[in-house]
């Protein structure tokens, strides 16, 4: 498997479904179905979030009793996920029309020193999301 794709969720029903619905659509456009998978894991979200991932049968879901917070959450992911990357998805974030996967990882084999990566977030409005780019993260950067 090449490919992890992993969501923390809570109270995201409506956002969640119209996000994996976009994934979806740019994972087959340039991948096998046995090259990803979607892991979902739910933080006791008390909205439709876990009926309607009951239903998806694509979907490794992972439902918390408890709302143990969007990192921990991303480690059960990371935890139960089979690819050889990961990528950690918020589940309000809409794909464009530009995202290619086999792209993104071709430029991680490109050189073993590269361990990881972030793209360009746009807002609603289509500027560029300045929490997208903060500069190597050191604790200075955070702060």
Not at 16 to 34: A, P, S
Not at 118 to 139: E, M, Q
């Amino acid at each position: 498997m090449k490919l992890s794709v992993i969501i923390a969720s809570y109270n995201t029903a409506e956002l969640l479904g119209k996000t994996i619905d976009l994934l979806r659509t740019r994972l087959q456009e340039h991948m096998d179905k046995d090259e990803y998978e979607i892991i979902v894991v739910d933080n006791h979200s008390t909205d439709d979030t876990p009926s309607w991932l009951n239903k998806q049968k694509d979907i490794v879901s992972i439902l918390n009793a408890d709302n143990v917070g969007f990192s921990r959450a991303n480690n059960q992911g990371m935890k139960r996920s089979r690819g050889a990357y990961v990528l950690l998805l918020n589940s309000d974030l809409w794909l464009n029309q530009e995202i290619d996967f086999n792209t993104l990882i071709s430029f991680l084999e490109e050189d073993k020193k590269r361990g990881a990566l972030t793209i360009k977030l746009y807002t609603s409005a289509n500027r560029l999301d300045p929490a997208c780019h903060r500069g190597f993260p050191t604790p200075l950067n955070a702060l």
